[in-house]
């Protein structure tokens, strides 16, 4: 089954990819690897996952529309698992529109 993941930079998001693709399923995973917390940290997750062959990667903000739409459009995905989300309560306090944008 070919699964659209968002947030396999984070710890669930990367964990489900591997799961899945474990399990024989394509999935292609959308992150904008953002600098809220340790980069480094989301580069390695994410090469854990490209280390398997039926896994796309793509780099963009879910308020890319053109490119989320893109993605649908040429990757035609049967399910998505929405994981990606802005970590942090402060930071939603001082940046609400990080949140909503």
């Known amino acids: 089954m070919k699964i659209l993941v968002t947030g396999t930079a984070g ?4 964990s489900l990819a591997i799961k899945l693709l474990e399990r024989g399923d394509e999935v292609i995973g959308l992150d904008n690897v953002n600098d809220y ?3 480094n940290l989301k580069e390695a997750r994410l090469e ?3 280390a398997f062959d039926r896994f796309t990667e793509i780099r ?3 308020e890319d529309r053109t490119t989320v739409e893109h993605v ?3 990757h035609q ?3 998505v698992v929405h994981l990606a989300a802005q970590a942090g309560v402060r930071y ?4 609400p529109h ?3 944008d």
Do not use: C, H, Q
Not at 11 to 14: K, L, T
């Open 37 to 39: 917390y340790d980069v």
């Open 11 to 14: 710890f669930i998001g990367s």
């Open 92 to 95: 939603s306090l001082e940046n």
């Open 98 to 100: 990080a949140y909503i």
């Open 77 to 79: 995905p049967e399910r």
């Open 72 to 74: 649908f459009k040429e």
């Open 60 to 62: 963009a903000s879910l």
């Open 48 to 50: 854990r996952v490209k």
